[in-house]
């Protein structure tokens, strides 16, 4: 490995070496010396003060007039800042207040407002009244006007004069009248009923509707006149026996 060696000019001699130790130990001396120092010997005289700091920008060089207006400005652009948003809060809360006591108005009226009413059902139509029967009395007067009715809806014609008439002769208005002695009641079949039928003219000339039994006022009275109807053309032709 080869040799290297400082040159003549940077050798320290021992004089150099003497003198830094020296220098060493009077530092040491002085920081002991500043550590056992009594209490009152940190008090400084005004010429022993330091110098007041003066107030430097931002690049390190002290402060201008022009920089100390500037930094004025500055401030007072931020405290009217602050001051602005610390206005602007409460209204804000406001605004906020006041959305929420609106929304809380609409939701009130809301659950007041009254149901619409629920719609009527329609109305059903009025059902037909059915038609009362008609009632007859239960005489002569009634017979004949019931069967007038039955007639004229079956087509047959005649009148109450007509049928009233005939019926005074051959019964005087007994419908279980019976006739014993005719050439009829000879053969058999005699004749009975307010107008005198047959059995065997009672089956033929029936009206549908009225009961099956030659005896009875409305069958017999309907029948006679539905016999004389096809024979003379109305009861009101027949004047006697027929």
Known sequence: MPNFTLPRTARLTRTHKVSAALVASAGCAAALAFTAAPGNAGTTTAADAPAAVKPVSA??????????????????????????GLKAAPAEKQSHTAEQAANRSIERKALVAPKAAPKAAPKAAPKAHKATPKRYANNLDGWIRESLDIMKDKGIPGSYEGLHRNIMRESAGDPNAVNDWDINAINGVPSKGLLQVIQPTFDAYHVSGTPHKLTDPIANITAAANYAADRYGSIDNVNSAY
Do not use: E, F, I
Not at 75 to 82: G, I, P, Q, T, Y
């Open 59 to 84: 690049n390190g060089m002290p402060l201008t007039a022009k920089d100390r207006a500037d930094d004025g400005k500055q401030a007072r652009a931020v405290a009217s800042s602050v001051a602005a």
